[in-house]
């Protein structure tokens, strides 16, 4: 599997970007795909993942300024991010898991929201 990631950008507090995350190759033992954040000197953390079946889930700080969704014909996941805060600054990573416990992650995009 192999995931590209895009649609990073500088934008001002307030404003909002859409990421994509489109998967290539073994795209049918895809069974969950997510984003993760990376801040300087912070772990990577989870901020949405949504399953096969559809099912979302979202860190705290996100919910209801985030929006997780899916392309299955394209095979591309999407992060709507709205209301974004100079704290949503960091790279953003996409994340895909397999039925066999494979875990693959895509290059990063960055996300700097600043006025």
């Known amino acids: 599997v192999q995931l590209q990631a895009s649609g990073g950008g500088l934008v001002q507090p307030g404003g909002s970007l859409r990421l994509s995350c489109a998967a290539s190759?073994?795209?049918?033992?895809?069974?969950?795909m997510g984003w993760y954040q990376q801040s300087p000197g912070k772990q990577r953390e989870l901020v949405a993942t949504?399953?096969?079946?559809?099912?979302?889930n979202y860190a705290d700080s996100v919910k209801g300024r985030f929006t997780i969704s899916r392309d299955t014909a394209k095979n591309t996941v999407y992060l709507q991010m709205n209301s974004l805060k100079p704290e949503d600054t960091a790279v953003y990573y996409c994340k895909a898991g397999t039925y066999y416990q494979n875990v693959y992650w895509g290059q990063g995009t960055l996300v700097t929201v600043s006025s």
């Open positions: 949504i399953t096969r079946s559809g099912n979302t």
């Open positions: 190759g073994r795209v049918s033992s895809i069974n969950v």
